[in-house]
């Protein structure tokens, strides 16, 4: 499985980005949301990535973070939901958004998504909800680094539900500083 790719950004289309890593040229398909947070073409990335593989095709889906990349996969284990409905709810959507529609059972909030009706929704509600639940449970129980970039943003005054979002979107591979300056730029994107 291909979980992660680091490269020179070579093309950028409307849904996708050619990453060239070691002269092999990857096509990943990305959602908008993603597509705005990625740099300018020529220059270094490092892109979190999902493998589908179908009889006749083997598809890169892309994303800035593990934690976003994380929710993809628990997002197409749903009945209905395909790579292409998952990544058209994270380009609608923010993490924080999805695990709330979810938690709180809000199917108007889903169905703003193209391709997602109210009949989708209250099934990805009722099939997603447990998986989210231990998913959350996870990461406020957490690993030591999630729990010091989780004390680090507590520190400097952000909500719980800030430093969640946070935790939820972390690079755990990263230096602890990195991640912290990665939370801080996303949650300074407000």
């Known amino acids: 499985m291909i979980g992660r790719l680091r490269g020179t950004l070579v093309a950028r289309s409307e849904q996708s980005v050619t990453l060239d890593v070691a002269g092999v040229g990857y096509e990943v398909l990305t959602s908008p949301r993603t597509q705005g947070l990625l740099p300018g073409i020529g220059e270094d990335l490092v892109i979190h990535t999902h493998l589908n593989v179908r009889e006749d095709s083997l598809t890169l889906y892309g994303f800035v973070s593990e934690g976003e990349r994380n929710l993809f996969r628990v997002l197409i284990t749903a009945s209905g939901v395909g790579p292409k409905v998952g990544l058209a709810i994270l ?4 993490v924080t958004e999805i695990r709330r529609a979810v ?10 998504v193209p391709g997602v009706g109210r009949r989708l929704a209250q099934k990805m509600v009722l099939e997603l909800k447990p998986k989210l639940d231990e998913q959350e449970a996870e990461v406020i129980g957490g690993s ?6 989780r004390q680090a943003l507590e520190g400097l005054g952000y909500t719980p539900a800030e430093v969640r979002e946070a935790a939820a979107a972390a690079d755990t591979e990263m230096p602890m500083a ?4 990665a939370a801080l730029q ?3 994107r407000r």
């Open 144 to 149: 030591g680094t999630a729990a010091q970039l």
């Open 178 to 181: 990195e991640q912290i300056r």
């Open 103 to 112: 938690a709180t059972e809000d199917v108007d909030a889903l169905t703003v």
């Open 91 to 94: 380009g609608a959507l923010s």
């Open 186 to 188: 996303l949650l300074g």
